[in-house]
């Protein structure tokens, strides 16, 4: 099997993104067909319920998908277990977008006149938040953006707690409190999550495995497609290891001595010439 490119990997990731985001949303509409009288909850505990457990159910999601290894379209440790892996984090990643479903309901069944409202909003916040992540990657690394979303989320459920009439000053002021802690948070917090969260990858390749154990990454790095590890090879050459071990790479000090770098490695030089459909000329 060779090995995906950057591209085939994030569509891979893209598909199992949607997939569980139609399979929760879906599920929470069964769960209201089912227990329909959860509609006649008021809405304020509702909404900060609904809204608090998708938050922390990110975390979760982030858990399980950080220690249950998926190889597909291989499987090195059986198909029965990778199958059984693939439903867990499956099931995992569907949670927030369950509880996502439970309150959205809620917000339409109470207010169905402002429905066309929501869905914009809704679909605009999708769409902008898609594309400030792209710059954020390289910036906060995946525990961050998770840090990010889970504090926003939690600023959310403190909004849904507010009440102007019924709360007195001291509940007003805990809630304004609660949503700024969390608001504030979400903007200095995610910086530092990478140093406190450990990213296992669940590449099966020996060498991968090796350079990581033995302590060979020399440096390790998010562009907005995927992870970039630089790992010591051999003299005056590292081994740029891409997606997170998926694709691999050499790089080799250069002192722009073209005749001797044809000379010392032509048979290479050719070959990425050849790729790249260019030519280098000796000066």
């Not at 989320?153 to 609660?178: D, E, M």
């Not at 001797?260 to 990425?272: D, M, N, Q, T």
Request: some cysteine.
């Amino acid at each position: 099997m060779s090995p995906k490119t950057p591209s085939e990997a994030i569509a891979d990731g893209f598909r199992l993104v949607i997939s569980t985001a139609m399979f929760g949303l879906g599920f929470s509409g069964i769960l209201l067909t089912r227990h329909l009288h959860w509609l006649k909850i008021s809405p304020r505990p509702y909404l900060v319920t609904a809204t608090a457990a998708s938050g922390f159910s990110m975390i979760i999601a982030f858990l399980i998908l950080n220690h249950v290894p998926i190889h597909l379209p291989d499987a090195p440790n059986g198909w029965g277990k990778e199958f059984l892996n693939v439903g867990v984090v499956f099931l995992g990643l569907s949670f927030p977008f369950i509880f996502f479903g439970l309150m959205v309901s809620c917000i339409l069944e109470h207010r169905a006149q402002r429905a066309t409202v929501y869905y914009f909003a809704d679909l605009a916040g999708a769409g902008i938040g898609s594309f400030l992540f792209i710059p954020l990657i390289p910036v906060w690394e995946p525990p961050g953006l998770i840090f990010f979303c889970v504090l926003l989320t939690l600023a959310a459920a403190a909004l849904f707690s507010y009440s102007s009439g019924k709360q007195n000053r001291w509940g007003q002021g805990l809630v304004s409190a609660l949503f700024l802690l969390f608001l504030g948070a979400s903007i200095f917090l995610p910086g530092h999550a990478s140093s406190y969260v450990h990213l296992n990858v669940h590449v099966p390749k020996r060498a991968f495995a090796r350079d990581l154990e033995r302590g060979r990454t020399e440096a390790t790095a998010w562009s907005a497609l995927s992870r970039v590890d630089i790992a010591s090879f051999q003299q005056n050459r590292k081994r740029v290891w891409i997606a997170g071990g998926v694709n691999k790479s050499s790089i080799a000090k250069f002192n722009g001595d073209c005749e001797r770098l044809l000379s010392e490695r032509s048979g290479h030089v050719a070959h990425a010439m050849r790729m790249a459909d260019h030519h280098v000329y000796p000066t």
